[in-house]
């Protein structure tokens, strides 16, 4: 749906939902929602899935929620915005990938750089933001290569494996925004084999 | 009742539910409320807020007023998160009246001593629009500390405006006592409002009632 350099995003389905079981019993979970760890059965799973498909038509005018899917078509993940607010043309950005093996290769960088390109070009929003644990360091890599700002630092926000962490916040203007096609060349995004 | 210094913490009802049916629609209330679209709460947006808040076991709404009962308000808790031991604290000052005195002062501080010393949390997080200078001078004068500014986030009577973000942690709060001798609080010792007139009507359908056959 949105073609990028090395991801597409894509709807959020089946082939998404059936990873998710594997990717929140696992340490994708802990940095996806910021230092939780939780062993979740089949059912939970689930059920998990069967109300928040039952809550969609209700968020629908306050998030939008893509699949990031490698090229040749492995699921890796997630990103959405959310908490969309049409009077302040602002939302929340929140990501997740959840193929450890992918991280730290600009695939989460690529989808950021997709969602906020589709943000500011198709729906009109003024300003994006995000945050993310303080020891979260390759999200905030990512924030500030597409061209976040780092906004507010909240102290001791986030309680990740037996220790207080801060929640780093960045926000993105659109005025600020270079266009993707800058980003991709300035950060040298290319296409290349799969992992 | 809850008692603090200036003011007392009293469960949000009878008039403070009439006087919400003004105060929702004031400037005060939209300060307060700074993500929130503005728009006209009618009676029955109100009544189903005051619902909403009551049945809400990580939120509340609490009303306060002075030692001579004069509704001043309300201090909210939202979105009370177990794991991490955090809520989000705001309040908003109905009677404008009270708008920087140490009244308003002594509700925040009452908030945050119920937050830290009876639920247990470790964080306090608050904020404010970066022209909200009485919310921003209670925030500190009560230790809250400025950790960010969110840059022209919230669209604000035709601007973009910024939003300041302030926190309060556990180990920086000394302490209810501590702090009200620390900031040697003044009573503003206004003239208390006369009762809203719904109240009165009710009260005289009441008389009506007890005296009809």
Redesign the interface.
């Known amino acids: 749906m949105l073609e990028g350099v090395l991801v597409d995003l894509v709807p959020y389905g089946k082939a998404f939902l059936e990873n998710e079981r594997r990717w929140y019993n696992s340490e994708v979970y802990f940095w996806g929602t910021a ?2 760890r939780a062993v979740f059965t089949r059912a939970q799973v689930e059920r998990w899935q069967a109300e928040r498909a039952e809550g969609a038509e209700r968020r629908a005018s306050t998030s939008v929620w893509f699949g990031i899917l490698t090229k040749d078509g492995k699921p890796l993940g997630d990103i959405a915005l959310d908490e969309m ?1 049409p ?4 939302a929340l950005i929140g990501e997740m990938i959840g193929e450890p093996e992918y991280w730290g290769g600009g695939y989460g960088t690529d989808a950021l750089l997709l969602i906020v390109e589709y943000a500011f070009d198709w729906l009109d929003l ?2 994006l ?1 995000l945050s993310t644990m303080g020891i979260n360091a390759r999200m905030q890599r990512a924030a500030l290569k597409v061209g976040f ?11 990740a494996d037996g220790v ?1 962490t801060d929640d780093v ?1 960045f ?1 993105l ?1 659109r005025d600020e925004w270079p266009g993707r096609d800058a980003l991709v060349e300035r950060l040298g995004l290319r296409a290349r084999e799969e992992v | 009742m809850f008692e603090g210094t200036l003011v007392d913490l009293v469960p949000f009802e009878d008039d403070y539910a009439t006087y919400l049916e003004s105060w929702m629609n004031e400037e005060a209330w939209f300060r307060a409320h700074l ?1 929130d ?2 728009e006209p709460h009618p009676e029955d947006a109100v009544k189903k807020y005051i619902e909403k808040m009551e049945k809400n076991e990580r939120a509340a709404l609490i009303g306060y007023q002075t030692k001579a009962g004069d509704p001043i308000g309300g201090l909210i808790y939202d979105h009370e998160w177990s ?4 809520v989000e604290v705001t309040f908003f000052t109905g009677d404008s009246r009270y708008e920087g005195t140490d009244e308003v002062l002594d509700g925040l501080l009452m908030l945050a001593r119920y937050c830290f010393e009876t639920r247990n949390m ?2 306090l ?1 608050a904020m404010s629009l970066a022209f909200d200078e009485a919310r921003i001078d209670a925030l500190r004068r009560a230790g809250f ?1 400025h ?9 604000w009577d035709g601007d ?1 405006v910024d939003v300041e ?1 302030y ?1 309060l ?1 556990e180990d920086e709060w000394p302490g209810y006592a501590a702090r009200i001798e620390a900031l040697g609080l003044q009573a503003s010792d206004l003239e208390p409002k006369p009762k809203p007139e719904k109240k009165l009507e009710d009260e005289k359908a009441l008389d009506e009632k007890i005296l009809a056959p």
């Not at chain 1, 700002?149 to 309680?159: G, L, N, P, S």
């Open positions: 230092g939780d607010l009077h302040h043309r602002v003024r300003k933001w700002r780092e906004e507010a630092r909240r102290r001791w926000f986030w309680y207080w916040m926000g203007l | 993500w679209r503005r794991r991490v031991r955090k470790h964080r997080d500390v950790e960010g500014t969110l840059r022209q986030h919230i669209r973009y973000l926190g942690l």
